[in-house]
């Protein structure tokens, strides 16, 4: 089993920066890929970044190209999302998730076994 839990949302200016932690507990945590995804309202989940269990492979969304960075701290099990450039359409409830399958974590439709609480996410314009 794997718990996680997110922190470092929170209300920002547009054009600014967060970085958001998924701290991660479970032994099986340090085999797996971890990924975040967003939900804003009335819309479906989305998927912005994942890391492989290594912390040297990573895969980014198309709304994350470019602003969002994916980082991974093994001894800490912890994986970090570094958004800079914030607009307001990131504003969403931002979910880690992990798996032992990659292909879960990155592939359309894909279902994570590992979901955190989600941190909320504001940009004001």
């Known amino acids: 089993q794997v718990q996680l839990v997110e922190s470092g949302g929170g209300l920002v200016q547009a054009g600014g920066s967060l970085i958001l932690s998924c701290a991660a507990s479970?032994?099986?945590?340090?085999?797996?890929?971890a990924a975040w995804f967003r939900q804003a309202p009335g819309k479906e989940r989305e998927f912005v970044s994942a890391?492989?269990?290594?912390?040297?492979?990573?895969h980014y969304g198309d709304v994350a190209q470019g602003r969002f960075t994916i980082t991974r701290a093994i001894s800490k099990n912890t994986v970090y999302l570094r958004m800079d450039m914030l607009v307001p359409e990131d504003t969403a409830i931002y979910y880690c998730?992990?798996?032992?399958?990659?292909?879960?974590?990155?592939?359309?439709?894909?279902?994570?076994?590992?979901w955190g609480q989600g941190t909320q996410v504001t940009v004001s314009s």
């Open positions: 998730a992990a798996d032992l399958n990659w292909g879960k974590l990155i592939s359309v439709g894909g279902k994570p076994d590992y």
């Open positions: 890391i492989d269990w290594s912390g040297t492979g990573t």
């Open positions: 479970g032994r099986e945590f340090a085999d797996c890929g």
